[in-house]
């Protein structure tokens, strides 16, 4: 499996950005895929998650009514909505996949990750 996130980039505090993971390899449209993301000097943190089916979402308090995953099982891809975007939303974003049905927020329980999008939130 094989994930590549994309769709970063640098943007007013306030603006908006959509990250896009495109899964390839032997994928499987009930897997549940998460998002994670790392400052400078920091861990990586959870950001949000779906389930293979789509129908369970979860999200970090920190960016709960900001930010919105989603799915295109028939393509694929994982998508991050992330609207009113503030500096401390600055870091590289990773996409994760699971070979669960849902991931939740616990970071072991992924098996597969992309190589990062950087996003930075000017002020």
């Known amino acids: 499996v094989q994930l590549q996130a994309s769709g970063g980039g640098l943007v007013q505090a306030g603006g908006s950005l959509r990250l896009s993971c495109a899964a390839s390899?032997?994928?499987?449209?009930?897997?549940?895929m998460g998002w994670f993301r790392q400052a400078p000097g920091s861990e990586r943190e959870f950001v949000t998650a779906?389930?293979?089916?789509?129908?369970?979402?979860y999200y970090a308090d920190s960016v709960k009514g900001r930010f919105t995953i989603s799915r295109d099982v028939a393509k694929n891809m994982v998508y991050l909505q992330m609207n009113n975007l503030k500096p401390a939303d600055t870091a590289v974003y990773y996409c994760?996949?699971?070979?669960?049905?849902?991931?939740?927020?616990?970071?072991?329980?992924?098996?597969?990750w992309g190589q990062g999008t950087q996003v930075t939130v000017s002020s």
């Open positions: 994760a996949m699971t070979r669960q049905t849902y991931g939740g927020n616990w970071y072991n329980a992924y098996n597969y």
């Open positions: 390899g032997r994928t499987f449209s009930s897997y549940g």
């Open positions: 779906i389930s293979g089916s789509g129908t369970t979402t």
